[in-house]
């Protein structure tokens, strides 16, 4: 437990913490990395972009480990609002697409449903057509 507070915190007291970034750089490492590795496997398994822009997101952070200048962390700002902006704009047309399929679906569903009791509805009349004709004689 102790190592793991070590990667969160500065261990060094005599060094200035960066104000951009709380985590060291070990931790933002260790996060980035996560973070990259969950957003691919969602990429890879539902198959949006909106999943990539927000590891993009997440990942360009470690800029602010090695550059902290104003502008640098300008640019960032702008990166990021960008990146955000399209994650959230890929992301309500993915759910749209998705709403979309899951409607068809369930309007198939709905259509076979219809036609089984309709086949089962013509199977029943046939029988009931057969013991009634089978008396007539």
């Avoid at 969160?8 to 060291?24: H, I």
């Avoid at 259509?111 to 057509?129: D, F, G, P, V």
Wanted: some cysteine; hydrophobic content about 45%.
């Amino acid at each position: 437990m102790d190592t793991l507070m070590t990667l969160f915190v500065e261990s060094d007291g005599s060094k200035m913490q960066n104000v951009y970034t709380p985590l060291s750089l070990t931790a933002h490492l260790i996060f980035c990395f996560l973070a990259t590795a969950l957003y691919l496997t969602m990429y890879y398994r539902r198959g949006s972009v909106h999943y990539l822009l927000l590891m993009f997101a997440i990942d360009a952070t470690i800029i602010t480990q090695y550059w902290t200048s104003s502008a640098a962390i300008t640019t960032l700002g702008i990166i990021e609002v960008l990146l955000i902006g399209a994650t959230i704009f890929f992301y309500v047309k993915y759910s749209k697409k998705l709403k979309a399929e899951n409607a068809a679906k369930e309007a198939a569903r709905k259509e076979a449903e219809e036609r089984a009791k309709a086949a089962e509805k013509a199977e029943t009349e046939e029988n009931a057509k057969i013991v009634d004709n089978a008396f007539d004689d």
